[in-house]
Nanobody, 124 residues
């Protein structure tokens, strides 16, 4: 049974940093592209970053480039999202997910297994 568990969300002030973790079980996370998505209240789910299997190619949405870094530790079967210089606009529930179908990394319909989410709140 595949399970993804996110952690690391918190309430921080503008300019703060957080590192989110996504621990996978039931699969070898290193064999798949994994993505981080976020969903703010009243908004659609948005792709934030993804990392491919193999060479670990990274993808980012424009609004987080230069501030967020996605990484993975295959030995720990964990994917991370390091977030620096956080802004109030980053406030959302953050989810990790496994991409199971080839295609654009930011399309949530190409992901099958999702975690329960971890809340990030950034105050002005």
């Amino acid at each position: 049974q595949v399970k993804l568990v996110e952690s690391g969300g918190d309430s921080v002030q503008t300019g703060g940093s957080l590192r989110l973790s996504c621990a996978a079980s039931g699969i070898n996370s290193g064999n798949y592209r994994f993505g981080w998505f976020r969903q703010a209240l009243g908004k659609e789910r948005e792709g934030v970053a993804a990392i491919s299997s193999g060479h670990g190619i990274e993808y980012y949405t424009d609004s987080v480039k230069g501030r967020f870094t996605i990484s993975r530790d295959n030995a720990k079967n964990t994917v991370y999202l390091t977030m620096n210089n956080l802004e109030p606009e980053d406030t959302a529930m953050y989810f990790c997910a496994r991409q199971y179908m080839a295609g654009v990394w930011s399309n949530p319909s190409l992901y099958d297994h999702w975690g329960q989410g971890t809340q990030v709140t950034v105050s002005p």
